[in-house]
């Protein structure tokens, strides 16, 4: 398979709005002109849960409609989840036409991005069957949620660095409540996202085969 082309847009702390439209931006182009090449956006989000479009709200340990903190329902799959500071969160808008049309073979290999990077700590992701994510000595220290249209991707991946996973107890994390979340600073002391940045970024361009060329900054035009 040649290389793609990928716009790398390597930010810091977004809100989940900004975010959001951004990737619905993106997402119009590509079904516009699908010769548009890909982009990675990465990023942090100040605290806020999102739904996803037929999660339940039985996995919410409050009410929607009075919480002190965002909550979001979006496009993609999955159930309730939780994104603060410390979490690494990855959205790739990918024209799978390119790569393969098979939503299973795309959350693969996102999960396989994410074992890559904590190979590099000399970590062991696993998969756990029948689920979506990466676990670490029984802990999902990585969740995966997907919108496919007309195969190009939105959403995507967020991995635990460094977060205060307080917030986490205020749900039941993608409706498993058997599983505790975890994080990779439960495994490295003083680990940062800006030290796993770089690591996220050489990992999906080997898993994807593709070439970036950077933006310093968002420009949806």
Wanted: a neutral charge; charged letters at 20%; glycine letters at 8%.
């Amino acid at each position: 398979m040649a290389q793609r082309q990928c716009l790398l847009y390597n930010q810091g702390l977004i809100p989940y709005t900004v975010a959001w439209e951004q990737q619905r931006s993106l997402l119009s182009q590509r079904i516009n002109d699908p010769t548009l090449d890909d982009v990675l956006l990465l990023m942090e989000h100040p605290p806020v849960y999102t739904l996803g479009q037929g999660a339940s709200l039985d996995f919410l340990k409050f009410n929607p409609t009075e919480a002190d903190l965002e909550v979001h329902r979006i496009e993609r799959g999955g159930e309730v989840t939780y994104h603060c500071p410390g979490q690494l969160v990855g959205y790739p808008i990918l024209n799978l036409r390119y790569y393969q049309q098979d939503l299973h073979w795309y959350l693969r290999q996102l999960e396989a991005v994410l074992i890559e990077v904590l190979a590099v700590y000399g970590l062991k992701g696993d998969r756990e069957t029948g689920m979506t994510g990466v676990w670490l000595e029984g802990r999902k220290v990585a969740a995966i949620g997907i919108k496919v249209s007309r195969w190009i991707t939105m959403h995507g991946f967020a991995l635990n660095v460094d977060p205060d996973l307080s917030g986490f107890k205020r749900i039941v994390p993608c409706g498993i409540a058997d599983k505790p979340v975890g994080s990779l600073a439960q495994f490295i002391p003083n680990i940062t996202v800006d030290q796993v940045r770089p690591i996220v970024i050489a990992k999906f361009a080997e898993v994807f085969q593709v070439r970036y060329h950077n933006s310093d900054r968002f420009n949806p035009v």
